[in-house]
Every structure is written in structure tokens, then in C-alpha cells.
């Protein structure tokens, strides 16, 4: 009896040990994040339109190439069937995230236009680009060097009417990795 006293206790003292080492297992805390959605003309990777064709609406950059086009309406009414359209420097992305003097901080910005759509994006220029022309382009763009996007517009086999596609537009830290 004594010997399963002993044991008993001896147990309850390891038991005891062990869950009162300095190891925590869990902790749930609470806490705040605060995110601000702003304006592609306001954000710290910065949109910048270049051509006519190209203006911020509500914030946001849009491409127009059609008579809506409110800087110059009644000028065109878009693009001609089965025609190829290359358009240079339709907007730059800059990498005004890290300002350091002393390191570059660079980004890694992945351009994706609609796939189908008849659109396709290059970098620098056409005749020598440094990303595409494809449908989705991923550019390095280092603080104070921006990165001029052109755009493609094929409309072989697009029927009359308004062709709408959406670019979507991902900034990551660091270079880009093919």
C-alpha cells in the first residue's frame, strides 16, 4: 500500500513538473489592423497614366478608346474590326513603397489582363520589351525607375459593340523570379 502511495504521488509530482515548465502551448490575443484602401493616383505603388487613351476615373485608372471617353468625346468611336492595335507607354507603375536613399527595395508587379480578352501587356517598348507581350507580365520595378506598360488590343474575330476587360495588378517585396 505503501508502494502505491509512492507511486501515486510520484506521479503527481511529475505531472506537476511538467505542467508547470516555462513552455507555453497556446496564447489568443486581440488586436487591431488597420488597412487603407486608397486611389490608384494616391497609393505608394503608383499608376500613372501616359497616353490620352488612359485617365483616373474615381480614383481609379481607366483605359478608354471609344466616343465615352469624356476628355475627348465624339473623337472616334473605337477600334476597327479584325485590326492588331500596339499602343507604347500606356501608363508606368512606379515603386514609391521605400524611399531609402542608400537601397533600392525592390518590387516584384504582376500585370494580368482578362484571359481571351484580346489585350496583352509588354513592358519598355515594342520592338524591344523587357516583359511580354502576354496576357500576364511579372516586371522588377526599383524606387525612382519606373516601368512604362504598353498594350496590345487584337480584335480579329471581336464582334461590333463595347469590349470591356479588367487588368488586375499584384505588388509583392522583392525582385521577380521567372
Not at 465615352?68 to 468625346?73: A, D, G, S, T, V
Not at 512606379?94 to 527595395?105: F, G, Q, T
Amino acid at each position: 500500500m505503501n508502494k502505491l502511495f509512492g507511486f501515486a504521488l510520484f506521479f503527481a509530482g511529475l505531472m506537476l513538473a511538467v505542467g508547470a515548465g516555462a513552455n507555453f502551448r497556446y496564447f489568443e490575443a486581440s488586436r487591431d489592423v488597420n488597412v487603407a484602401i486608397v486611389s490608384d493616383d494616391t497609393e505608394l505603388i503608383d499608376l500613372t497614366p501616359l497616353q490620352p487613351y488612359v485617365y483616373m476615373n474615381n480614383g481609379k485608372m481607366t483605359v478608354e478608346i471609344s466616343s465615352n471617353h469624356p476628355q475627348y468625346p465624339g473623337y472616334g468611336a473605337g477600334l476597327s474590326p479584325d485590326s492588331i492595335y500596339v499602343f507604347e507607354e500606356m501608363f508606368e507603375v512606379s515603386n514609391e513603397l521605400w524611399e531609402n536613399a542608400d537601397e533600392d527595395y525592390p518590387i516584384c508587379v504582376t500585370l494580368k489582363a482578362d484571359e481571351g480578352g484580346g489585350v496583352k501587356l509588354f513592358a519598355g517598348s515594342f520592338d524591344n520589351p523587357t516583359a511580354g507581350p502576354a496576357e500576364t507580365i511579372k516586371v522588377t520595378v526599383y524606387h525612382g525607375s519606373p516601368v512604362k506598360i504598353g498594350m496590345i488590343f487584337n480584335t480579329t474575330g471581336q464582334g461590333l459593340g463595347g469590349q470591356q476587360i479588367q487588368i488586375d495588378i499584384n505588388a509583392v517585396a522583392g525582385e521577380c523570379t521567372q
